[in-house]
C-alpha cells in the first residue's frame, strides 16, 4: 500500500531555513497526483503549505514566497523548503497524497514530523 | 480565499449519540469537500470524499451530504473510537482550506 514518510531536522533557529523531504513508497511520485505538504501548529488546525504534480506547483499565498517544493524522480520523494522561519512555523509538518478529479482528497498521509524553531 | 466554519467547535456526546458537525464555505464549492478525522498525536485520516462519498474501510455510521455552501457529517451512533477532532476541507479552488476542527469528546 502507499506509504508516505517525512524526514529532517526537528529543531531550528530563527532566520534559518526548513528543510523536509518526503519519502514516497507504494507508488511512483511520477503517477497521477498531487503531491502535497501541510502544517499543524501544536494545539492547532490544519493549514495547507502547498503542491506539486508534474513540474506545476501552487502555494498558499499567505507562505509563497518563502516556498519552495520540489520532486526528486530518482529517489521517488518530495521536498519542502521554507526560508526566513520564524517561532510562528513551528509544527507538525505533514506531506500527503491528493488525488485529481471530481472526488478529490488527501487520501495518504505521513505520521508527521514536528519542527521547533527556537533559538 | 475560501473560509470554512465548522460547528460546533466543541462537542460533548455519550456513546451511542447521533452527532452531527455543519461545515459552511463562504462560497460555493460545489462537493468539493471531504472530511478527516484526527485522533491525538496522529496525521488526518480520510472519511468521507466528494461531499458524501464514504471512503473504503470507514463505517458505514459515518455519513456526509450537502452541496453548494453547507455541508454535514453525521455520526449515526458514536463509538468510543469515534472521539476526536473532526474537519472538513475545501478543494474546489487554491488556497485550499481547511475548516477550524471540530473536537467530539466524551460526555
Known amino acids: 500500500q502507499v506509504q508516505l514518510q517525512e524526514s529532517g531536522p526537528g529543531l531550528l533557529k530563527p532566520s534559518g531555513t526548513l528543510s523536509l523531504t518526503c519519502a514516497v513508497s507504494g507508488d511512483s511520485i511520477s503517477s497521477n497526483y498531487w503531491w502535497s505538504w501541510i502544517r499543524q501548529p501544536p494545539g492547532k488546525g490544519l493549514e495547507w503549505i502547498g503542491e506539486?504534480?508534474?513540474?506545476?506547483?501552487k502555494y498558499n499565498p499567505s507562505l509563497e514566497s518563502r516556498v519552495t517544493i520540489a520532486v526528486d524522480k530518482s529517489r521517488n520523494q518530495f521536498s519542502l523548503i521554507l526560508s526566513s522561519v520564524t517561532a510562528a512555523d513551528t509544527a507538525v509538518y505533514y506531506c500527503?497524497?491528493?488525488?485529481?478529479?471530481?472526488?478529490?482528497?488527501?487520501?495518504?498521509w505521513g505520521q508527521g514530523t514536528l519542527v521547533t524553531v527556537s533559538s | 480565499d475560501i473560509q470554512l466554519t465548522q460547528s460546533p467547535s466543541f462537542l460533548s456526546a455519550s456513546v451511542g449519540d447521533r452527532v452531527t458537525i455543519t461545515c459552511r464555505a463562504s462560497q460555493g464549492i460545489s462537493s468539493y469537500l471531504a472530511w478527516y478525522q484526527q485522533k491525538p498525536g496522529k496525521a488526518p485520516k480520510l472519511l468521507i470524499y466528494g461531499a458524501s462519498n464514504l471512503q473504503s474501510g470507514v463505517p458505514s455510521r459515518f455519513s456526509g451530504s450537502g452541496s453548494g455552501t453547507e455541508f454535514t457529517l453525521t455520526i449515526s451512533s458514536l463509538q468510543p473510537e469515534d472521539f476526536a477532532t473532526y474537519y472538513c476541507?475545501?478543494?474546489?479552488?487554491?488556497?485550499?482550506?481547511f475548516g477550524g476542527g471540530t473536537k467530539v469528546e466524551i460526555k
Open positions: 506539486i504534480f508534474s513540474g506545476t506547483t
Open positions: 476541507q475545501q478543494l474546489n479552488s487554491y488556497p485550499l482550506t
Open positions: 500527503a497524497r491528493k488525488s485529481r478529479g471530481e472526488l478529490r482528497s488527501m487520501e495518504y
